[in-house]
């Protein structure tokens, strides 16, 4: 599972692109951490990215 629960950050898809220009697909996954929050004042297990963490949209217990 590779998608935020907060913002909606999921797997994005393209080509990797070699020398000779013979292009294969990949995808970038974003940054998830598994996360103990307070979500409307019960504590809730969330799969969270990265960018959230740091710009403080949840609220970590312990």
Same mark, same amino acid.
């Given at each position: 599972m590779a %998608?935020? @629960? #907060?913002?909606?950050k999921g797997v994005t898809f393209g080509l990797n @692109? /070699?020398? /000779?220009?013979? %292009?294969?697909n990949r995808a970038w996954k974003p940054n #998830? *951490? %598994?996360v103990k929050a307070v979500v409307n004042g019960t504590h809730t297990t969330l799969h969270v990215c990265s960018r959230c963490l *740091? /710009?403080?949209k949840v609220t970590r217990v312990g």
């Open positions: %998608k935020c @629960d #907060i913002c909606g @692109d /070699s020398h /000779s220009h013979h %292009k294969t #998830i *951490r %598994k *740091r /710009s403080n």
